[in-house]
């Protein structure tokens, strides 16, 4: 007796047939459950399940000869109720982009193929690109919002008319993936060498994931903090974005990356206004960070003689006492009013972040008061502040009686030098000769002693061109006369050029004789001064006209133009 395999369901029709190899001519009647079924004799029989189950057996009987009767083993029906499918949906809720999978399970699970309905059972989902079937899964790729809605699933069992029962529906939900914004903290424009920042992933709807960060594309850090702190800072590109705590999915999408660029440790500049005083002047240290602008506090400091295990520059050269204890946010400090004890030098820093990060010091910047009255003095020959090129300079520093203990000292652009050294001259006793003048050697010189005494100084400039404004180097005052000399380096050739006197960049005066005297200086007389010939034009001095009462000098600044 043979069957159709696999389970059956109500509603089906199954056909039994009986087959009997031995001689033919058999009649065939059917048993069900030991009772004989009115139905007419025949080798098959086929009928409807519903409530058909039972013990079924098929009889045939020969009767020519020679006569024969066979009763069939039993075979035993099921009638199994239409199976509902077990439906499941990862992960919902499911974000755009994401994939979602769809599950129709049926028990045994063989001989299955699946139907797919969204919204309704009469609107089938159509496969696509994104919409895919294989067996008894639904895939949706990179989900968009309209993906959202009511799901079923019906199985119907290959080459054969039956269907499952529709199983109740799921709902996917499909939402916006949420945004990641990175932010840096503090946000300045520039980050220098061995500064600390706080890279910050803000994400709405931050609940249950994780915070992975990146450099460059490659993941670093991920935690259950939105922050992450980085010290020191590093170059890279960082972006941010959150996983899915339970399973490690991406939750979010990146609006932003960060470029940080670590620059080298900056130098604070400081810069002394004014730099040669009147008496009762006030003077302003007003400090700054040349690649940066933000978020400093400045501090101040006084150079003093170099001290083992004091605060000291770089090279050694001083070290530093604070004008005060907690530094100022203004970038700028005056002393008031600035007298003889505060002809010296000065230099800041600037510090910022948490912890708190300095710059390099200043260079230093000196201030000399006209109110000094130092026991030695610089003294130079020839005894101007403008010299030419390639000519010959001497400066000693001179004290009434002895000058044992003072050093001379010069500032450039590149910062403090001691003694006279190789690289700019020879000393023999007090006098340092520089025998072949360079632009380089321009500069401020002083004499300083070894417990932080100054003497006067002169701001000397060693100009290349052909012509230089002589003016006095030391102290005069209101009533003196004085005689500014336009000086030809070839003056053999043209001894009496015409020349043009200029203050602060305004013609005063034309001289044929390429000298200019004003019989009694006043204080109206203050200014930068330069000449100008057929052969060129000089640097800049600046003349300084002291009051007649005070014990004071003039200082001449020189700027080269």
């Given at each position: 007796m043979n069957m159709r395999s696999g389970p059956l369901y109500s509603g089906e029709t199954v056909t039994l047939q009986c087959d009997i190899s031995d001689y033919r001519d058999w009649t065939y009647r059917w048993h069900r459950d030991n009772q004989l079924l009115p139905s007419p004799p025949s080798e098959t029989i086929t009928f409807s399940l519903s409530d058909q189950a039972g013990q079924y057996q098929c009889e045939g009987t020969r009767t020519r000869r020679p006569q024969k009767t066979y009763l069939s083993p039993s075979l035993t029906i099921i009638v199994a109720a239409l199976p509902k499918a077990t439906l499941t949906v990862t992960p919902n809720p499911v974000y755009t982009g994401e994939t979602v999978t769809l599950t129709c399970s049926f028990w045994p699970y063989i001989y299955w193929s699946y139907t797919w309905f969204k919204d309704n059972t009469e609107k089938l989902v159509p496969q696509s690109d994104r919409h895919t079937t294989t067996g008894a899964t639904f895939t949706i790729s990179r989900a968009l919002v309209s993906d959202q809605g009511l799901y079923w699933c019906q199985g119907e069992i290959q080459s054969r008319s039956i269907s499952s029962i529709i199983r109740d529906p799921v709902t996917i939900t499909v939402i916006e993936r949420p945004v990641a914004v990175l932010i840096l903290q503090p946000n300045w424009p520039q980050i220098f060498s061995g500064e600390t920042v706080t890279l910050r992933c803000n994400i709405q709807g931050g609940e249950e994931i994780e915070y992975a960060f990146y450099s460059s594309g490659k993941s670093f850090y991920s935690k259950t903090e939105p922050e992450y702190r980085i010290s020191p800072a590093k170059n890279g590109l960082y972006t941010c974005e959150g996983l899915q705590k339970i399973n490690g999915l991406k939750h979010s999408k990146t609006r932003n990356a960060i470029q940080l660029t670590v620059l080298d440790k900056p130098q604070a500049v400081l810069s002394v206004s004014p730099q040669w005083l009147n008496p009762g002047d006030s003077v302003t240290l007003s400090c700054g960070v040349k690649e940066s602008s933000t978020g400093w506090r400045f501090f101040w400091y006084r150079t003093v003689p170099y001290r083992a295990g004091l605060p000291s520059l770089l090279d050694r050269s001083y070290s530093v006492e604070p004008l005060s204890g907690n530094?100022?946010?203004?970038?700028?400090?005056?002393?008031?009013?600035?007298?003889?004890?505060?002809?010296?030098?000065?230099?800041?820093?600037?510090?910022?972040?948490?912890?708190?990060?300095?710059t390099l010091y200043s260079e230093p910047q000196f201030l000399w008061s006209g109110d000094l009255h130092p026991s030695v003095s610089l003294r130079i020959r020839p005894n101007r502040t403008q010299h030419f090129t390639s000519k010959s300079l001497s400066l000693s520093c001179e004290e009434k009686g002895n000058s044992t203990g003072w050093i001379l000292k010069r500032y450039r652009e590149r910062g403090v030098e001691s003694g006279c050294g190789s690289n700019w001259g020879s000393i023999a006793g007090s006098t340092c000769t520089i025998r072949f003048t360079l632009e380089k050697d321009s500069g401020v010189y002083w004499c300083e002693s070894g417990s932080g005494e100054y003497s006067n100084a002169v701001n000397i400039t060693v100009a290349a061109g052909a012509v230089i404004l002589e003016s006095p180097a030391y102290p005069m005052t209101e009533g003196d006369s004085v005689t500014l000399l336009c000086t030809n380096r070839y003056q053999e050739t043209n001894p009496n050029p015409k020349v043009d006197f200029y203050k602060d960049g305004v013609l005063i005066r034309n001289e044929t004789t390429g000298e200019m005297t004003i019989p009694a200086v006043s204080k109206s007389d203050e200014g930068f001064y330069k000449c100008k010939s057929n052969e060129g034009e000089s640097p800049e001095s600046w003349v300084t006209v002291r009051g007649e009462k005070s014990s004071v000098c003039v200082c001449v600044c020189v700027c080269v133009s």
């Amino acid at each position: 007796m043979n069957m159709r395999s696999g389970p059956l369901y109500s509603g089906e029709t199954v056909t039994l047939q009986c087959d009997i190899s031995d001689y033919r001519d058999w009649t065939y009647r059917w048993h069900r459950d030991n009772q004989l079924l009115p139905s007419p004799p025949s080798e098959t029989i086929t009928f409807s399940l519903s409530d058909q189950a039972g013990q079924y057996q098929c009889e045939g009987t020969r009767t020519r000869r020679p006569q024969k009767t066979y009763l069939s083993p039993s075979l035993t029906i099921i009638v199994a109720a239409l199976p509902k499918a077990t439906l499941t949906v990862t992960p919902n809720p499911v974000y755009t982009g994401e994939t979602v999978t769809l599950t129709c399970s049926f028990w045994p699970y063989i001989y299955w193929s699946y139907t797919w309905f969204k919204d309704n059972t009469e609107k089938l989902v159509p496969q696509s690109d994104r919409h895919t079937t294989t067996g008894a899964t639904f895939t949706i790729s990179r989900a968009l919002v309209s993906d959202q809605g009511l799901y079923w699933c019906q199985g119907e069992i290959q080459s054969r008319s039956i269907s499952s029962i529709i199983r109740d529906p799921v709902t996917i939900t499909v939402i916006e993936r949420p945004v990641a914004v990175l932010i840096l903290q503090p946000n300045w424009p520039q980050i220098f060498s061995g500064e600390t920042v706080t890279l910050r992933c803000n994400i709405q709807g931050g609940e249950e994931i994780e915070y992975a960060f990146y450099s460059s594309g490659k993941s670093f850090y991920s935690k259950t903090e939105p922050e992450y702190r980085i010290s020191p800072a590093k170059n890279g590109l960082y972006t941010c974005e959150g996983l899915q705590k339970i399973n490690g999915l991406k939750h979010s999408k990146t609006r932003n990356a960060i470029q940080l660029t670590v620059l080298d440790k900056p130098q604070a500049v400081l810069s002394v206004s004014p730099q040669w005083l009147n008496p009762g002047d006030s003077v302003t240290l007003s400090c700054g960070v040349k690649e940066s602008s933000t978020g400093w506090r400045f501090f101040w400091y006084r150079t003093v003689p170099y001290r083992a295990g004091l605060p000291s520059l770089l090279d050694r050269s001083y070290s530093v006492e604070p004008l005060s204890g907690n530094g100022t946010t203004e970038d700028s400090y005056t002393l008031i009013p600035a007298g003889p004890n505060h002809t010296g030098g000065y230099v800041c820093t600037a510090g910022r972040g948490d912890p708190v990060y300095d710059t390099l010091y200043s260079e230093p910047q000196f201030l000399w008061s006209g109110d000094l009255h130092p026991s030695v003095s610089l003294r130079i020959r020839p005894n101007r502040t403008q010299h030419f090129t390639s000519k010959s300079l001497s400066l000693s520093c001179e004290e009434k009686g002895n000058s044992t203990g003072w050093i001379l000292k010069r500032y450039r652009e590149r910062g403090v030098e001691s003694g006279c050294g190789s690289n700019w001259g020879s000393i023999a006793g007090s006098t340092c000769t520089i025998r072949f003048t360079l632009e380089k050697d321009s500069g401020v010189y002083w004499c300083e002693s070894g417990s932080g005494e100054y003497s006067n100084a002169v701001n000397i400039t060693v100009a290349a061109g052909a012509v230089i404004l002589e003016s006095p180097a030391y102290p005069m005052t209101e009533g003196d006369s004085v005689t500014l000399l336009c000086t030809n380096r070839y003056q053999e050739t043209n001894p009496n050029p015409k020349v043009d006197f200029y203050k602060d960049g305004v013609l005063i005066r034309n001289e044929t004789t390429g000298e200019m005297t004003i019989p009694a200086v006043s204080k109206s007389d203050e200014g930068f001064y330069k000449c100008k010939s057929n052969e060129g034009e000089s640097p800049e001095s600046w003349v300084t006209v002291r009051g007649e009462k005070s014990s004071v000098c003039v200082c001449v600044c020189v700027c080269v133009s």
